[in-house]
């Protein structure tokens, strides 16, 4: 049994280091004491209010220091990272990371690692940063076989989206998104659903035990969703959200990441600016919804010292305590095969017919039509159609043969609705 002072290193000290960097400093739950003893950057130049003493950019210094119990990673990307964390855990270093570039690229092999070599590997800010929902998905949630987890996992794109609703543009929205500290370094994960993609591997694999590839996992961001989607979306009573979807019904196992319209009665439709959340269903338990702020360095940071103070609790009383993984329950299932209803805007020319060959058009590929608004006379008319559920490839064949027709000008928006 190991006494309670923890020596303790960070890997990176930017947006999130820094925060967690100002928490360790000033943490003190009054039974666990930790000490900082090194901080790896890049640039030692930098102007950061930390005493240069404990800046380094040697990662071996970290890594041969047999006094340093636990290494908190905050680098970003997969790479030096993975190698970084691997390294640790094989020379008996427990590792918290906030890294879901990471954890969805070799979590389970980096699980294995730390299982193999008795030490803990936590990574509760990598999924929805403040909120605790991994540890409730592996331990509370362990007698309970899921069969859907959906949620809002990318506080960047939420908040744009909420923005946009409010009359913000898109530009103006990610900006300010920047500044607030919640995009990646590089945006176009947030955007373009990659960043959620990431967290929805990590969800599949705590959740159902199944590690899809990045490939696998379809995948589609907010950059086409328009402030008219968002006046339409209001009309039907509906908000547009990007959501990850997983489920694993006996029909087999599908994950996906996507903007959808969704109703707003629906708990997800609450969900406004940086803030995530994540609905989890099962037979026993119906519906549960954690949420709260999902981007952000405090909230991120508040996860990272949770795990720091777990491990050391584990290592106090010589304990790890990861569940072995779920064993996977069904056959994947491929995106083509997934049902989804869609809001279809087209601009048409408003002559006799036009609506019978579109109608027409969507009854061949088998998709049928739950409402249609036309507005608009002339060249410039525009026609909104919800449809009932279909599967993608033949919706895709519709949205094909009706995009050729001389009376179709442009198919402006095809949205999925939340089903
Ligand atoms: P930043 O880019 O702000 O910081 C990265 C830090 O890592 C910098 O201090 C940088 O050094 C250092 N660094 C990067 N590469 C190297 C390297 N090869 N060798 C040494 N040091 C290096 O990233 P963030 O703090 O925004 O993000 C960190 C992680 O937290 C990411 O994995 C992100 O996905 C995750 N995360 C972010 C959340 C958020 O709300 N923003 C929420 C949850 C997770 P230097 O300072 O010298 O440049
Ligand atoms: N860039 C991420 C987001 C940070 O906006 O959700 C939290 O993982």
Request: with cysteine; glycine share 8%; charged share 20%.
């Amino acid at each position: 049994m190991k006494n309670n002072s923890f020596t303790v290193a960070v890997l990176g000290a930017g947006n999130i280091g820094s925060a967690v960097i100002e928490r360790l400093l000033n943490v003190d739950n009054g039974v666990i004491n930790l000490n900082l003893s090194k901080v790896l950057v890049s640039d030692l130049s930098k102007d950061r209010n930390l005493d240069s003493g404990l800046l380094t950019t040697d990662f071996n210094e970290i890594l041969n220091d047999e006094k340093i119990d636990l290494v908190i990673e905050v680098l970003g990307g997969v790479d030096p990272g993975k190698d970084y964390i691997k390294a640790l855990l094989e020379n008996g270093k427990s590792v918290i990371t906030a890294n879901k570039d990471i954890i969805a690229d070799c979590g389970s092999e980096l699980i294995e690692t730390a299982q193999e070599n008795n030490v803990c590997l936590y990574f509760e800010a990598a999924v929805a940063a403040g909120i605790p929902v991994l540890k409730p998905l592996i331990e509370s949630l362990r007698g309970e076989e899921l069969t859907r987890v959906a949620g809002i996992i990318n506080g960047t794109s939420n908040y744009i989206l909420t923005s946009m609703e409010e009359g913000s543009t898109y530009e103006d929205a990610l900006q300010q998104a920047q500044d607030l500290g919640y995009a990646e370094p590089d945006p176009t994960n947030d955007v373009e659903g990659i960043d959620a993609k990431f967290k929805a591997m990590i969800l599949s694999l705590l959740c159902f035990g199944v590690s899809p590839s990045a490939e696998d996992v379809f995948t589609e961001g907010i950059s086409n969703i328009t402030k008219e989607d968002f006046d339409w979306a209001k009309r039907l009573n509906k908000t547009i959200k990007l959501v990850a979807q997983i489920d694993n019904s006996n029909d087999g196992f599908n994950a996906r990441v996507y903007p959808v319209l969704v109703d707003n009665k629906h708990p997800l439709a609450a969900i406004r600016g940086a803030l995530n959340a994540v609905l989890v269903e099962g037979e026993n338990i119906n519906q549960l919804v954690f949420s709260g702020p999902g981007a952000g360095s405090a909230p991120t940071a508040s996860a990272i010292i949770g795990d720091v103070l777990s491990a050391c609790h584990q290592m106090v009383t010589s304990q790890t305590n990861w569940y072995p993984l779920r064993t996977p329950k069904s056959g994947n299932k491929e995106f083509k095969d997934v049902q989804s209803s869609w809001f279809i805007r087209l601009s048409v020319k408003d002559e006799p017919g036009v609506l019978a060959t579109i109608a027409g058009l969507f009854g061949e590929n088998n998709v049928s039509i739950e409402s249609v608004i036309q507005e608009g006379r002339g060249d410039n008319a525009e026609l909104v159609l919800v449809t009932h559920e279909a599967e993608e490839d033949n919706l895709n064949s519709s949205i094909e043969s009706i995009s050729n027709l001389s009376s179709v000008s442009s198919v402006t928006s095809t949205i999925r609705v939340y089903i």
